[in-house]
């Protein structure tokens, strides 16, 4: 176990055909043509304290699918945007690279991507409308995930390292891709969990050694699981 993971995500991604996303999108390698979102994100006033954590229910129900894009929806995504850059802004060693809306408390099924891991400057994200799997495809590998609705704990979730995605784009067009790594297919399979009122932990509930904390200098230590079941982030049992 690999505990030395300082900014966990930049340095999960590696992969420097990461280019930046305008018109067609070498990035996510596919046939998509995503509207980088132009976002102001002065008008907003999200900060990270409009994102809600476990054990908040909110975060275990499903969210409702946009029916029409309206200037609530572009505002929606630009307290998201706020929110999440607030958030890292935060946070020394970790790089927010996706956001749900139902982490801001909105149960409306739109997911943001960070345009580029590697370049924290960058505070360019990718929206996705009514994001879905189409399918899941490739090996499962088993990974860290952090969110940042889970403070400061960590899990090691086991995910498909290949998911091809529709949705609609801020425009209303739709789109269809398919992950260029499994990096960015754990992301997507990650926040379509959201929209879906599924957290990572519910995927590991019972696994006692899967779970990780951040400490303050920014390793990743084991973290006992009686910890875990006592922060209440775990689902219900039925
Ligand atoms: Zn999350």
Request: hydrophobic share 35%; charged share 30%.
């Amino acid at each position: 176990m690999d505990t030395s993971r300082r900014q966990y995500a930049a340095i999960k991604v590696k992969h420097s055909q990461c280019s930046k996303l305008f018109g067609f999108c070498q990035y996510f390698n596919a046939y998509i043509w995503l509207d980088c979102v132009k976002i102001d994100i002065m008008k907003s006033n999200y900060t990270r304290k409009n994102i809600i954590a476990l054990p908040n229910p909110r975060l275990r129900q499903r969210s409702a699918k946009i029916r029409e894009i309206t200037d609530e929806t572009l505002q929606l995504i630009d307290d998201m945007l706020a929110a999440t850059i607030d958030w890292e802004n935060s946070r020394p060693h970790e790089v927010a690279v996706a956001l749900a809306a139902v982490q801001i408390d909105r149960l409306e099924r739109v997911v943001i991507v960070r345009e580029d891991f590697e370049d924290k400057e960058n505070k360019r994200f990718i929206v996705l409308i009514n994001p879905e799997i189409v399918k899941k495809e490739g090996e499962i590998i088993t990974d860290h995930e952090g969110c940042l609705s889970v403070k400061n704990i960590y899990g090691q979730v086991p995910r498909h390292s290949k998911v091809r995605v529709r949705g609609l784009d801020i425009t209303g067009h739709e789109v269809r891709l398919k992950s260029p790594n499994p990096f960015i297919a754990r992301i997507l399979q990650h926040e379509i969990d959201h929209c879906n009122g599924i957290c990572f932990v519910d995927h590991i509930a019972d696994q006692k050694d899967a779970f990780f904390i951040l400490t303050e200098s920014g390793e990743l230590e084991p973290y006992p699981y009686e910890k875990v079941v006592e922060s209440g982030i775990l689902p219900d049992e039925e």
